[in-house]
């Protein structure tokens, strides 16, 4: 039986963004998919929506984590599961994306601006670009 099975369409969603490199067979579904979300920088306010469960039933399932990972705070439990591998570092969070993401289009602005007035031009030069983006990111990150 999957550990995964009967989870709701949204908490599948989280359980797929975040990848767990070695699962320890001690946490729950719901303590792995809080876990996750934490390490994907979403506020518990959101998680709880998300999971659609209450606000003590999300402390229990944090404490849960606290005490198996031997911590007191969502910031550690989140550093302690990447030491101990639970969770992948490759995936990537959306802060760094963006961060990426903005500084490669200030570096490469200029390219797309001296192309502007031939369509052509232009749409080769962006394709150029995204070339050079995808590159970069997987050199970077993987």
Known sequence: ??????????????MKTQTLVE???QFSASE???LK?????????????????KSDKYES???????KLGVSNHYTAVKVAYQKKYLD????SLEELKAFSLEFACDNFEKL????DDSK???????????EYHLQMEAKYF
Do not use: H, N
């Open 37 to 53: 979300s934490i390490a994907l920088g979403l506020s518990c306010e959101d998680i709880r929506k998300l999971l659609d469960i």
């Open 61 to 67: 399932v944090c404490m849960g984590i606290f005490q």
């Open 1 to 14: 039986m999957s550990r995964f099975q009967g989870l709701s369409p949204k908490t599948k969603f989280i």
């Open 121 to 131: 031009k232009l749409l080769w030069s962006l394709y150029d670009l995204l070339l």
């Open 89 to 92: 570092r490759k995936e990537l």
């Open 32 to 34: 792995l998919t809080v």
């Open 113 to 116: 601006k001296s192309t502007q």
């Open 23 to 25: 699962a320890p067979d």
